[in-house]
């Protein structure tokens, strides 16, 4: 398995951006489809982006447009972009590395739009 921290969450106002950071222990980063999810409070679990080796992405309908997802295989690193934030986009967020189907978290980071 792989160890995944996130890091950059915090407290922005509507409309203000954020960089998340996920970083990734060991040398499986480059073979992995990595990706961001996040949980709001009294919600389930739900996919924000994907971005698989080849850097072929994916965006929930929600985000598309605002958000962005790239890798930087180099530092075993996975960012999210995040621009015009809203105050429904406050929730926990979470990296996840998939590689054939083994899959693995990290703790999370808090990301609050409130004014």
């Known amino acids: 398995q792989v160890q995944l921290v996130e890091s950059g969450g915090g407290l922005v106002q509507p409309g203000g951006s954020l960089r998340l950071s996920c970083a990734a222990s060991?040398?499986?980063?480059?073979?992995?489809?990595m990706g961001w999810y996040r949980q709001a409070p009294g919600k389930q679990r739900e996919l924000v982006a994907t971005i698989t080796p080849g850097r072929s992405t994916n965006y929930a309908d929600v985000v598309k447009g605002r958000f962005t997802i790239s890798r930087d295989n180099a530092k075993s690193t996975l960012y999210l972009e995040m621009n015009s934030l809203r105050p429904e986009d406050t929730a926990v967020y979470y990296c996840?590395?998939?590689?054939?189907?083994?899959?693995?978290w990290g703790q999370g980071t808090q990301v609050t739009v409130s004014s």
């Open positions: 060991g040398s499986i980063f480059p073979f992995a489809t």
């Open positions: 996840n590395a998939d590689l054939s189907g083994r899959r693995s």
